[in-house]
């Protein structure tokens, strides 16, 4: 363009003759258009806000208007959605529980929190049969508990066992995916269960269960949004709109449960529409930016996993970066 320009200012002083702005029409013709910039988004099937926009094409559409192109990358779990984050393979994570970033930390791993969801305490628990002896978390004392490693639902027991006067080596964990703790559980191989939504809901929908306690008063449960550093540095407009979207989803998805119901239970296992409406309804979903005086329950789960050998390392959880809306 530069020498087009160049080339316009030299000829300005001729008569132009048909040819040549025959010539000109033809080369503004041609000029190549303006190159669409790609946003890769990862993310799991666990990812409600991020999955009712990508299913209902809500995001790629408000993008599209900005000349951006979405690219959607589904992963199994959080820890290759966290190495793919911080290798440069995708630019924005969908959300991810609150003890994720502490590990990334842990890992030196060059990640900024763009935005998070208020937090939703009752959304995970501990569960027994209703006919389990157990009646109150001292009872867990000797028995067999399974819960996910490193998840949130481990901070949430840990935290419930200080909280009834034992320490973790007073219980036997059984470190087991959500999956397979459903399993375990169902066939009386464990004598709790550690989970989240919407497996709880599942479980107590399909199964009599009591509920020894949820996070209420424990553990929070945020989920974080998280993308890198460099990508929160150089595209803030992109990340905008992002926020904006995933604000309008969480409002969407609280007026109209049935609606996201129905399109969240085929992508989460074809669950029904009732369970899924059920565990929704323990989940705030309401985007907040992020600010470092809110991030005080990610020092305790990040000095609790130290204490209990977890991170490799101790964390500051206020060392972080932080993209503001």
Request: hydrophobic share 45%; net charge positive.
């Amino acid at each position: 363009m530069p020498k087009l320009i160049k080339n316009l200012g030299a000829i300005v002083r001729r008569p132009i003759s048909a040819g040549v702005i025959a010539v000109l029409a033809l080369s503004s013709l041609t000029l190549p258009a303006q190159a669409r910039e790609t946003l890769r988004i990862g993310y799991q099937k666990s990812s409600t806000l991020i999955s009712l926009l990508k299913t209902q094409g809500k995001l790629d559409k408000a993008l599209a208007a900005a000349n951006i192109e979405v690219s959607w990358h589904e992963f199994p779990s959080r820890l290759p959605l966290l190495e793919a984050l911080n290798v440069g393979n995708i630019d924005v994570s969908a959300d991810v529980a609150d003890t994720v970033p502490i590990f990334a930390q842990a890992a030196q791993a060059k990640l900024t929190y763009f935005a998070q969801e208020a937090p939703s305490p009752s959304a995970q628990a501990i569960v027994v049969h209703k006919d389990s002896p157990l009646q109150q978390l001292a009872d867990l004392k000797g028995k067999k508990v399974a819960v996910a490693k490193a998840a949130g639902a481990h901070y949430l027991l840990i935290a419930a066992l200080n909280q009834a006067g034992l320490k973790f080596s007073n219980i036997e964990p059984a470190y087991l995916t959500p999956a397979d703790g459903r399993a375990a559980f169902e066939n009386h191989k464990v004598d709790a269960w550690v989970t989240w939504e919407p497996f709880l809901s599942g479980v107590q929908r399909q199964l009599p269960t009591r509920t020894l306690v949820d996070g209420s008063g424990l553990a929070s449960y945020k989920r974080y949004y998280l993308t890198s550093t460099r990508y929160a540095k150089a595209h803030p407009e992109v990340l905008k709109l992002v926020y904006e979207q995933l604000h309008e989803a969480g409002i969407r998805i609280k007026n109209h449960p049935r609606d996201a119901a129905q399109v969240l239970g085929p992508l989460w296992g074809n669950l029904d529409v009732e369970t899924v409406e059920a565990a929704n309804a323990r989940c705030s979903y309401q985007i907040q930016p992020v600010s470092a005086d809110q991030l005080g329950e990610q020092q305790k789960i990040a000095d609790t996993f130290f204490a209990a050998r977890l991170l490799p390392k101790a964390v500051d959880a206020h060392d972080v970066e932080i993209w503001k809306p």
